[in-house]
Nanobody, 124 residues
Framework: QVQLVESGGGLVQAGDSLRLSCAASGRTFSSDAMGWFRQAPGKEREFVAAIKSGTFTYYADSVKGRFTISRDNVKNTVYLQMNSLKPEDTAVYYC??????????????????WGQGTQVTVSS
């Protein structure tokens, strides 16, 4: 059974940093893309960042230059380092993993497996 478990969320002030982790079990995703999405109250889930096998990374414009996605294939874990956090970054952050889909990297429909989400709250 495949599981993705996020951790690292919390309540921080604007300008602070957080690092989210997503540990996968039940399957190795080293050859697949893994991504982060977020959903704020009353809004649709939106793409944040993704990483393909190797070091190909992709970011939403809203987080480019502030967030960094990385992966440790030995630990089967993907990370999201979030710096210079803003109140508008407040959301539930979800980790996702695909299994070779050809859909766009920022499309939620690409990803087959999802974590349960971790809350990030940034106060002003």
């Amino acid at each position: 059974q495949v599981q993705l478990v996020e951790s690292g969320g919390g309540l921080v002030q604007a300008g602070d940093s957080l690092r989210l982790s997503c540990a996968a079990s039940g399957r190795t995703f080293s050859s697949d893309a893994m991504g982060w999405f977020r959903q704020a109250p009353g809004k649709e889930r939106e793409f944040v960042a993704a990483i393909k096998s190797g070091t190909f990374t992709y970011y939403a414009d809203s987080v480019k230059g502030r967030f960094t996605i990385s992966r440790d294939n030995v630990k089967n874990t993907v990370y999201l380092q979030m710096n210079s956090l803003k109140p508008e970054d407040t959301a539930v952050y979800y980790c996702a993993a695909d299994i070779g889909s050809t859909l766009g990297i920022a499309s939620a429909r690409r990803y087959r497996y999802w974590g349960q989400g971790t809350q990030v709250t940034v106060s002003s």
